[in-house]
């Protein structure tokens, strides 16, 4: 079931979702291998409507929440059987039988539960430079799987029938962490990537799940908004082998219009996560008239500059027009360009350009020679020149990054 993800057939030019037809447990993989690219802020995979059976491999298909339901890791019992949610900053005061704003985690009795545990709607086999990570194994794959909800609500959601649902309106298949590992290391996936709605409203599945494919053998990353509360984000992120942090603005007005959430906290998350010595890369969805100001990139570089250093990698993607935001145009390539000249300037190392297939911003140079280290095409790592030493063969200058399995 799961392997019928709508997929984009390449990064830009299609704006129309396919869904495929049911497969059987041997054609997933091949399905999954074979599924498109993504647009706007990332990644995209929706869930299936057809047969819950399709993906029979990714465990015993149940119709029971009771199955999905562990006590949440991250909360405070109040009074009168209350609780108070220490996962991200939203801190949501849930009465007995309520939910949090996430929709995905129940008080019941005051003890609280996340609903999405093992609960997987969304899964595909994708190149990690679809993360985008792009110091992080290119040219591997990563198994990549996601439940229902998120604790934000972004207006250009590309994923927003799975980000925006609670568990019970979309079919998902049990999936216990265990078997995720197992599939992960069958099929030849170096990585579990946590990724497509918010992984910050899964953090128990993300961390049983990374402890079972650390004993497999098998690394775990998280494509996240990096709304979290600081021991929520120590404990659960701690258990990643590298993070992309979605900075949707420079702008707390920006956080609270258009992605109902604030930006404080997400800075909190990055300094925090370099302070952890946590790989991590940032994504910056420009869109047109919102946060395309030249103020608002050369703030933001030199934020990045000040307090993560120059080697953080920085991405600047192009917006499609989806979810709420259909009115806007896409984008266009001049924008995302002056964006990477501003950072450029201000002394980053590594500004890419996203969503552009063949743009030269795509690929990785090294920052002292100019030689070409990475070169891509779309979602594809034609070529890997960096040493196992992780530096440059030219003139020896260190690339931060992971850069061998």
């Not at 149940?62 to 949610?85: G, P």
Request: charged fraction near 20%; proline fraction near 6%.
């Amino acid at each position: 079931m799961l392997c019928e993800l709508v997929a984009r057939q390449d990064e830009m030019s299609q704006a129309s979702r396919t869904v495929s037809a049911p497969l059987d447990r041997r054609s997933f993989m091949m399905c999954a291998l074979a599924s498109g690219a993504a647009l706007g802020a990332g990644e995209f995979a929706a869930p299936a409507t057809a047969s819950p059976s399709a993906l029979s491999s990714m465990g015993q298909q149940t119709q029971s929440d009771a199955q999905f339901a562990v006590e949440a890791r991250f909360y405070e019992k109040l009074a009168n059987r209350k609780i108070k949610c220490k996962l991200c900053p939203r801190e949501c005061n849930v009465g007995d039988k309520e939910r949090g704003y996430c929709g995905v985690r129940e008080n019941r009795g005051g003890v609280y539960y996340t609903l999405v545990h093992s609960r997987v709607c969304a899964a595909h086999i994708d190149p990690i430079e679809k993360k985008p990570l792009f110091h992080y194994l290119p040219g591997t794959v990563a198994f990549s799987i996601a439940t229902a909800g998120c604790n934000v609500n972004c207006k250009f959601c590309q994923n927003w029938d799975i980000s925006q649902s609670r568990p019970e309106q979309i079919p998902a298949d049990f999936a216990p962490p265990q078997r995720i590992a197992a599939i992960a290391k069958q099929n030849n996936c170096p990585t579990i990537a946590y990724t497509y709605s918010e992984p910050v409203v899964f953090s128990e599945f993300l961390m049983d799940t990374a402890d079972a494919g650390h004993q497999a053998g098998v690394r775990s990353i998280v494509v996240s908004n990096g709304y979290m509360q600081q021991d929520a984000l120590k404990q659960a992120y701690g258990k990643m082998d590298a993070v992309k942090i979605d900075l949707k603005s420079f702008s707390e007005s920006y956080y609270a219009k258009v992605v109902t959430g604030q930006l404080k906290p997400v800075l909190d998350t990055l300094v925090t996560l370099r302070t952890m010595g946590k790989w991590t890369e940032i994504v910056y969805l420009v869109v047109p008239t919102l946060n395309d100001s030249d103020t608002e990139f050369r703030g933001l570089a030199q934020w990045i500059k000040a307090n993560l250093g120059p080697d953080v990698p920085l991405h600047f993607t192009q917006f499609h027009p989806e979810y709420l935001l259909k009115n806007l145009p896409i984008t266009p390539v001049p924008t995302l360009e002056r964006a990477k000249a501003i950072a450029d300037a201000e002394g980053l190392h590594y500004v890419y350009i996203g969503n552009v297939p063949g743009h030269p911003a795509q690929n990785t140079y090294c920052p002292q020679c100019r030689k070409l280290l990475v070169e891509r095409t779309g979602f594809t790592a034609n070529s890997l020149l960096i040493r196992k030493d992780g530096t440059c063969p030219n003139c020896k200058h260190l690339i931060p990054g992971i850069w061998h399995v």
